[in-house]
Each structure stands twice: as structure tokens, then as C-alpha cells.
């Protein structure tokens, strides 16, 4: 292999791993939350989730059950009604 053809293939090689960087990052920017208020309540009661890269399609599950409403504010805000049967615990943020 000429130095030609290696350096061709390490920069195909390099432009390729960007490539692959950048629809991951565009692709499934990660949604995070920093927190929610009020941090007591029960079924029914809608809480505030703040955070990053909400989405309308945002779902949430508190204590374990599906929120049945999910209100999607804006990049940063979504609003969940907590679930009948919902146990104290985690919130997990998801994408369908």
C-alpha cells in the first residue's frame, strides 16, 4: 500500500467516525431532567419536570406506571399527571 492510499484511507476512516459523531448526536440528543416540583403529591396531581431536549413525544413513567398526560411546554418544561397507582420512586423519561 502506497503513502497515498494510507493516508486516504485514515482520512476516509476519520471522516466517516465525524460523520457517525454527528447523527448520533443529532439523532438521539439525550433527554435529561434536573427536577421536578412539587416533590410530593398523589394521583392525579400534574408535576413540572425541568430539564433538556424534551420533545413532544416525551412519555414519562412515574413510580413505575405510565403517565396517562404528558403536556410537552417546551424544550426545557414538560408537565406529567401522576398515575393512579403510582408508588413513590423514580421518573423515567422516554422516546417511543
Same mark, same amino acid.
Given at each position: 500500500?502506497?503513502?497515498?492510499?494510507?493516508?486516504?484511507?485514515? @482520512?476516509? *476512516?476519520?471522516?466517516?467516525?465525524?460523520?457517525?459523531?454527528?447523527? $448520533?448526536?443529532? /439523532?438521539?440528543?439525550?433527554?435529561?431532567? %434536573?427536577?421536578?416540583?412539587?416533590?410530593?403529591?398523589?394521583?392525579?396531581?400534574?408535576?413540572?419536570?425541568?430539564?433538556?431536549? @424534551?420533545? *413532544?413525544?416525551?412519555?414519562?413513567?412515574?413510580?413505575?406506571?405510565? $403517565?396517562?398526560? /404528558?403536556?410537552?411546554?417546551?424544550?426545557? %418544561?414538560?408537565?406529567?399527571?401522576?398515575?393512579?397507582?403510582?408508588?413513590?420512586?423514580?421518573?423515567?423519561?422516554?422516546?417511543?
Amino acid at each position: 500500500m502506497t503513502n497515498l492510499s494510507r493516508i486516504a484511507k485514515s @482520512f476516509l *476512516s476519520i471522516l466517516i467516525m465525524v460523520w457517525m459523531c454527528f447523527l $448520533s448526536s443529532v /439523532v438521539s440528543a439525550q433527554q435529561t431532567f %434536573t427536577y421536578f416540583s412539587p416533590t410530593a403529591g398523589g394521583e392525579g396531581d400534574t408535576i413540572t419536570l425541568k430539564g433538556t431536549n @424534551f420533545s *413532544s413525544a416525551t412519555l414519562a413513567d412515574i413510580g413505575g406506571r405510565s $403517565s396517562p398526560s /404528558v403536556i410537552f411546554v417546551n424544550s426545557t %418544561t414538560i408537565k406529567a399527571v401522576v398515575p393512579i397507582n403510582a408508588i413513590s420512586g423514580e421518573i423515567v423519561l422516554s422516546r417511543p
